[in-house]
């Protein structure tokens, strides 16, 4: 693994942008994202980071992943973040109250976003990974 691979990632960037969120051990999709990331190193995919709970994410970035998956699918609805809100803010969401939830806690993001530039791949599959970048 590159030394820039085992920092604490929470964007991935690929040379045409990669997203990857936390990684603490008390997130349950660390194995997620650590799978990505070993997929990433074994197919010679180059990436960099980007951690969006430090640096921020900003809203036309989220609002296009949004609306290119879908609310549903960008906002990790099975997190403990999510889960542990009042059941008022869960209630009547759509794509205008999930991304406020997803700016104000970035930790509700599904992770990890691969961004390729004109496109983007919501969670990790191998094969989805390898179709993407192929």
């Known amino acids: 693994m590159r030394p820039h691979c085992r920092s604490n990632p929470r964007f991935l960037r690929h040379p045409n942008r990669l997203a990857f969120p936390p990684t603490k051990s ?12 070993v997929w990433l190193d074994q197919n010679g995919t180059a990436f960099t980071f980007h951690d969006y709970k430090k640096a921020g994410i900003d809203r ?14 960008v906002l990790n609805r099975a ?4 889960r542990a809100l009042p059941e008022a803010d869960k209630a009547g969401l759509d794509a205008d109250r999930a991304v406020a939830l997803m700016l104000a806690q970035p930790s509700m993001i ?25």
């Open 60 to 73: 036309p970035r989220l609002e296009a992943w949004v609306a290119e998956h879908g609310w549903e699918t």
């Open 26 to 37: 008390t997130l349950s999709k660390r194995d997620t994202v650590k799978k990505a990331r």
């Open 110 to 134: 599904k992770r990890p976003v691969l961004d390729l530039g004109d496109r983007t791949v919501v969670g990790f599959k191998p094969e989805r990974y390898a179709a993407a970048l192929a």
């Open 79 to 82: 997190g403990t973040t999510f």
